[in-house]
Each structure stands twice: as C-alpha cells, then as structure tokens.
C-alpha cells in the first residue's frame, strides 16, 4: 500500500493555459474522488468515480473541468483556460468501496497557482 | 445537502494537556457519517476517526475521542494527552446521501511545549 500519488506537487500557469494534474489511487481502490482546497477553507468536492464511470459532479465542475478515469486505475483532472481564481490545492482520494461508506484516503495535492 | 460548521478558527494546547475541538453539523439524510480528518503543515490528510449516526457509543482511536450528540447535531473531538505531532489543521466532515464529504472550514491546532 503506498498511498495516493500525485503529479504534479506543484504547478504554476499563466491565465489561459491548459493544464491536467493526474492521480493515483491505493491499488484496488474502486472509488476516486477529487476535491478543491482554497486558502482558509475546507476541501469542497469536484467529482468522484466507481471504476470508470463517473457517478457525481458538483455545480462547482464548470465547463472548463473535466475529469476522466479511463480504465478505472488513475485519474485525471484538466483545468482549460485557467482563470486566476483556479488557483488552489487540488486534492485526490480514494476508498475501497468494500461497504456502505468507506474511508477516504487523500493523496498530498497539487497545488495550483495562475498567474 | 449538508453543512458543516467549525466555530474554532483557532485553538491552542499544553503538550500533556487535553482539548476539545467543536463541529456543528446540519443534515436531511437519516443515515450519514461523520469524521475528523488532520492535515499537518505541507502534508496531507489524514483520517483522525469516524462515527457512524446510527451508533450511539461515541467512537474512540487512543487519544482520540468524540463526542456525538445527534439530537443537538453536534460532534466534537477531544484530544488527550497533547502531543506536539498533534499540531495540524483538524477538519470535521459529514458523508450522507452521497459519496462526497461535506467539510468544515477547519480549526488550526498549535501545541505548546
């Protein structure tokens, strides 16, 4: 068990950019979660998938997000046309999906800033 | 939907000593979860404990502890025996209806030597 990865830590963009930031679950883990975490507040949730399907997505998930899990193992997250008010730590998690509500596990974040 | 409430930006402990952090918490669901979650400095987060609403005994992880009050919606932490890796951001989180966690804005804990 290693725990959640992911790439980048970091990343810095300038406004307009495209950028995509990738997520790995714990081995096994059937659920994959992506949360936003601005300065000052608790993390609010973006998205979550069961395998490949991608069940749940918050008003917060403009057009200009997309996630996708194509094979049910990793995950990943693209901003398009990044606005400054993007910025922010992008935080991944998974659980195990064995029973009604799992623990999730975070992963230590990508944290954007768009210049 | 559910919100989550934290009234304590800020808290501070004696190492050896015991605090308590609150979490107030609203909900629609019957069936929901609630967890505290910390997340130190630069680094990420971690599950601290869990409490399930249908269970009545208050849920423990060593010097861990909450206290469920499901009437008054509240559920709060105590920590004993303050250590100085103690020191982190503490979040209360809520989990009903769906899969996603609902988070509070979180209380920064500082230990003091």
């Known amino acids: 068990d290693t725990g959640v990865s992911q790439n980048p830590r970091h990343k810095i963009t300038k406004r307009g950019q495209n950028v995509t930031f990738r997520c790995d679950p714990i081995?096994?883990?059937?659920?994959l979660y992506w949360y936003r975490q601005t300065l000052g507040q608790g993390p609010e949730f973006l998205t979550y998938?069961?395998?490949?399907?991608?069940?749940?997505k918050s008003r917060l998930l403009s057009d200009r997000f997309s996630a996708e899990r194509p094979k049910g193992s990793f995950s990943t997250l693209e901003i398009q046309r990044t606005e400054q008010g993007d910025s922010a730590m992008y935080l991944c998690?998974?659980?195990?999906?064995?029973?009604?509500?799992?623990?999730?596990?975070f992963g230590p974040g990508t944290r954007l800033t768009v210049l | 939907a559910q919100t989550v409430t934290q009234s304590q930006p800020e808290m501070s402990v004696q190492e050896a000593e015991t605090v308590t952090l609150s979490c107030t918490y609203d909900t629609s669901e019957s069936d929901y979860y609630l967890f505290w979650y910390k997340q130190p400095p630069s680094r990420q987060m971690i599950l601290v404990i869990r409490q399930e609403a249908y269970k009545q005994q208050n849920a423990t992880e060593n010097r861990f502890s909450v206290n469920f009050q499901k009437a008054a919606k509240s559920f709060s932490l105590k920590i004993s025996d303050s250590q100085l890796g103690d020191a982190a951001m503490y979040f209360c989180?809520?989990?009903?209806?769906?899969?996603?966690?609902?988070f509070g804005k979180g209380t920064k804990l500082t230990v003091n030597p």
């Open positions: 081995s096994e883990h059937n659920r």
């Open positions: 998938f069961q395998n490949e399907a991608q069940l749940e």
């Open positions: 989180a809520c989990q009903g209806g769906s899969e996603k966690l609902v």
């Open positions: 998690a998974s659980s195990p999906a064995s029973g009604v509500t799992d623990t999730q596990y």
